[in-house]
């Protein structure tokens, strides 16, 4: 079975500064990894996924994650947070055809002016 | 209309009471999940269909009934819930045969149960 680990449930930033979102996964086969983000009130958008392709994946509204096998992770992040980037990010894994995923349990990120 | 659409947004229900929550996706599809998002714990697969069959149930009380009568729609009947019940329901669809291919969800129905 598969696992996700976010590290840190809420994390702060100034509006400008890196965003760094952790993400750790096991897995016993290769994986396919997600980042979806939540905005308050609403569904899960999916920003970026990872599919075995290019190790460094790019997204959308500039964010990037690098799945870095040896380190079992596939941490998000963004080089100039923005005010609008508040929100929940979570972390998902599947290994099969079903995708199924399995969750994370969410870093909430906010922004400070 | 376009992706995965929820109704009702928000229901608020008494625990005798029965009640169903509908998930519609326009996405052509062949998967569709639910999902239960509770405060302070992470996202939980309740059910997934595949063309239209039911391939998981993870062990969800059997005051959670679902349905799906075709590969557009997915149900979730609700009778004699508990408060504990209170959660955000997320609606999701994909299409099934690749791993790589990402689940789109619905923005969700929001329980409170009395």
């Known amino acids: 079975a598969q696992s996700v680990t976010q590290l840190g449930s809420h994390v702060s930033v100034s509006e400008g500064a890196l965003v760094l979102l952790r993400c750790n996964y096991s897995?016993?086969?290769?994986?396919?990894l997600f980042w979806y983000v939540q905005y308050p009130n609403q569904g899960l958008q999916l920003l970026l996924k990872y599919t075995s392709a290019a190790t460094l994946v790019k997204g959308i509204n500039g964010f990037e994650a690098e799945f870095k096998k040896s380190e079992t992770s596939f941490h998000l992040t963004k080089p100039s947070a923005h005010m609008s980037d508040a929100a929940e990010y979570f972390c998902?894994?599947?290994?099969?055809?079903?995708?199924?995923?399995?969750f994370g349990g969410g870093t909430r990120l906010m922004v400070k002016p | 209309e376009t992706g995965v659409t929820q109704t009702p947004r928000h229901l608020v229900m008494g625990m005798t009471n029965k009640k169903s929550l509908k998930c519609e996706q326009h996405l052509g599809h062949n998967a569709m999940y639910w999902y239960k998002q509770s405060a302070k714990k992470p996202l939980e697969l309740m059910f997934v269909?595949?063309?239209?069959?039911?391939?998981e149930n993870n062990s969800v009380p059997s005051r959670f009934s679902p349905e799906c009568p075709n590969s557009s729609h997915l149900f979730l009947h609700l009778h004699t819930l508990q408060p504990e019940d209170s959660a955000l329901y997320l609606c999701?669809?994909?299409?099934?045969?690749?791993?790589?291919?990402?689940?789109?969800f619905g923005q969700g129905t929001r329980l409170t149960v009395v």
């Open positions: 897995s016993s086969v290769p994986p396919y």
């Open positions: 998902a894994v599947t290994v099969n055809a079903g995708n199924m995923l399995t």
């Open positions: 999701a669809s994909s299409q099934e045969g690749t791993g790589d291919t990402e689940a789109f």
């Open positions: 269909y595949s063309l239209e069959e039911r391939v």
